[in-house]
């Protein structure tokens, strides 16, 4: 449903049903709940004592934390002060985490008290002055947090939020090696529930319980919660995807929607427990991040029997594309490889190095052209001009379409890695890998793997009379840079495949890796 009189921005959520469902669950973490009455008591307490600190509209508040009830008091909170929530990723290392949190300024920065070090470390390479609050996931919002709310009032500060206004800035990776702050206003939220308020693909109710487990600091995660809250739905969240504790919560928790990278629903489903599961409240799957394979398909209808649901999408645009439960036939392979077709608002095109509009069939460009469109990268207009050119975004990613109207993703023109879910670019790694000093050049790939969905491998070429073993190296490059990036495998080679330019033939080392890997 599209709650357009009711709802203009995104703190108006908790507003409006805690007025018309005060004494309905919102929130379930565990044994712990948040009915919607309480989140727009307690985010409205947040919003206050974050005036009182001086903090204007318009800034960054910082979250480093897993899902929990802080993080939702905290994220319409910072709304209800006319801010923007910047989720910060507590995988990254901390080297990593001070570069993000440089760009993005948040004055207020809210820890989890499981990050603490994490943070402390960072903020000893900040050249931004911050100030941190800190509270406990475990518990609910205490300690630290629950003395920085003494006296703040519970009444609405009713701040105005025009629709222009910066709602979430998410951090990728860029492919320069730099951290982009990715800009989401109201507005483009509110456009993106108009598209599927529009699309046959959604079937909300008020009845619905959402099953978060996708980390806050992805649009993923933070995304598909908002849509639920919007819709009146029930999140019951776990703090990580832990196998054990989501089969715990489907049982106990009976949700009817849940959201996995299809990495995550193979390794849900290969549990011992998975097969004496009641996956029965369960009425629809929503995944992304990599096409579903045909074998893992008809496995979760099987177990699951439920229906499916696939949205591509970037950071920057939200979902532009979906292939809807009905389109979903473990028989036809064809078709599980597209990635579906646009929703409403959503136009698409396909066009070769000039510009120009491919015929279907032939393979060149995602541009994307849509009113739930980003705002542009935080501090970077050159990086945001090369992307988004006269309304349309440049995807970089490499597909066609066919006939039918179906559009298939077949290579990332970016170079980046898909790996359990996580989005990691190539030159990050290959960038920590060269800091190494027994390092001479490097090339990293993504090849196929059966559980992490593409597996990062690295190939480097030592200096002349230097020596390194591969552990040492991917335990290097695991100092700079988060776990999930560096490298699963690594190779020495004598030297890498060049073109007569000097650039590397990562294919050619796909190729010859993604033979090894399946020999």
């Known amino acids: 449903m599209w709650l357009y009189n009711e709802i203009k921005s995104l703190a108006d959520i908790s507003r409006h049903y805690g007025r018309h469902c005060r004494n309905k669950p919102a929130l379930v973490a565990g044994t712990e709940k948040r009915t919607f009455g309480e989140l727009d008591r307690i985010s409205n307490r947040v919003a206050n004592a974050i005036v009182a600190t001086g903090v204007r509209p318009g800034a960054n508040i910082g979250f480093v934390g897993k899902n929990s009830l802080a993080y939702f008091d905290v994220q319409f909170g910072a709304w209800k002060a006319g801010c923007a929530l910047a989720p910060l990723n507590w995988r990254l290392a901390p080297p990593e985490l001070a570069q993000v949190i440089d760009d993005a300024q948040p004055p207020l920065i809210f820890v989890d008290r499981e990050f603490h070090a994490l943070v402390a470390e960072a903020q000893k390479s900040c050249a931004w002055q911050f100030t941190t609050v800190e509270f406990g996931s475990e ?134 427990r998975a097969a004496s599961t009641d996956f029965s409240s369960l009425r629809l799957v929503m995944y992304a991040g990599s096409l579903i394979e045909k074998t893992l398909l008809k496995k979760a209808l099987h177990m699951m029997k439920c229906d499916f649901l696939q949205f591509y999408g970037t950071t920057e645009t939200w979902t532009v594309t979906l292939l809807r439960p009905q389109q979903h036939d473990a028989d036809n392979e064809a078709r599980l490889k597209s990635c579906g077709t646009p929703p409403p608002l959503v136009e698409l095109r396909i066009v070769d190095a000039e510009g120009r509009e491919v015929a279907d069939g032939e393979v060149g460009e995602i541009l994307i052209r849509t009113p739930t469109m980003f705002s542009g990268y935080l501090n970077q207009p050159e990086v945001t001009a090369a992307v988004l050119r006269d309304g349309w975004y440049h995807t970089g990613d490499a597909g066609r379409r066919d006939a039918d109207g179906y559009y298939y993703i077949l290579d990332r023109v970016k170079d980046m890695i898909i790996s359990g879910g996580e989005n990691v670019y190539s030159i990050e790694v290959e960038q920590s890998l060269l800091r190494h000093p027994a390092v001479a050049q490097a090339a990293v790939i993504g090849i196929p793997d059966e559980r992490w969905g593409e597996k990062i491998v690295a190939c480097v070429v030592l200096r002349e009379k230097a020596a390194a073993a591969p552990d040492e190296l991917i335990a290097h490059c695991r100092t700079l840079i988060a776990g999930y990036k560096a490298p699963k495998e690594l190779y020495c080679l004598d030297s890498l495949p060049m073109t007569s330019i000097g650039k590397v033939v990562k294919r050619a080392l796909r190729d010859r890796y993604s033979t090894l890997s399946t020999a």
Not at 170 to 188: D, E, M, N
Not at 238 to 254: G, N, Q, V, W
């Open 139 to 272: 518990t609910g919002p205490d300690g630290q947090l629950d003395a920085w709310l003494d006296g703040a009032s519970d009444t609405d500060p009713g701040l105005p939020i025009p629709p222009e206004r910066c709602a979430i800035v998410l951090y990728t990776s860029g492919t320069t090696g730099r951290p982009k702050g990715v800009q989401l206003s109201h507005g483009a939220f509110n456009y993106m529930r108009l598209s599927e308020h529009l699309d046959s693909g959604f079937n909300w109710t008020h009845d619905d319980v959402m099953m978060l487990v996708m980390p806050n600091f992805h649009l993923v995660g933070m995304g598909l919660a908002i849509q639920g809250l919007y819709n009146g739905a029930t999140i019951s969240m776990l703090p990580a995807m832990e196998p054990d504790k989501l089969l715990d919560a489907i049982e106990r928790d009976r949700p009817t929607v849940c959201s996995l990278v299809p990495t995550a629903i193979q390794i849900l489903l290969s549990h011992p």
